[in-house]
Nanobody, 127 residues
């Protein structure tokens, strides 16, 4: 399974960006999808997550400003980021839990639940 994150860039404080993360490969199901971020000199932290049923969770610093969503038909996750602040500057990573197909034939389908990280996309917010 490959994850391709996109949508990062440079924006002024108060502006907006929309990140996307597209999953591809031998995917049977995608369960929880999440966005993490890592600022220079800091540890990676959870930004937001969304379950297969659509339940979402946000870290306190982004509540009310960011919205996570998913399109299961396209195996894609989004993060709408509004009212951006300089402290939101970081590399943003997508993360998914998937059932990945190992093999399939006429009588059986074998899969394994795995956890994948995508490439990062840089978000820079200027003051």
């Amino acid at each position: 399974v490959q994850l391709q994150a996109s949508g990062g860039g440079l924006v002024q404080a108060g502006g907006s960006l929309r990140l996307s993360c597209a999953a591809s490969g031998r995917i049977l199901n995608i369960f929880t999808m999440a966005w993490y971020r890592q600022a220079p000199g800091k540890e990676r932290e959870l930004v937001a997550s969304i379950t297969r049923s659509g339940a979402s969770n946000y870290s306190d610093p982004v509540k009310g400003r960011f919205t996570i969503s998913r399109d299961d038909a396209q195996n894609t996750m989004f993060l709408q980021m509004n009212s951006l602040k300089p402290e939101d500057t970081a590399v943003y990573y997508c993360n998914v839990d998937v059932s990945e197909i190992d093999s399939v034939d006429d009588v059986s389908l074998r899969y394994t639940n795995r956890h994948y990280w995508g490439n990062g996309t840089q978000v820079t917010v200027s003051s």
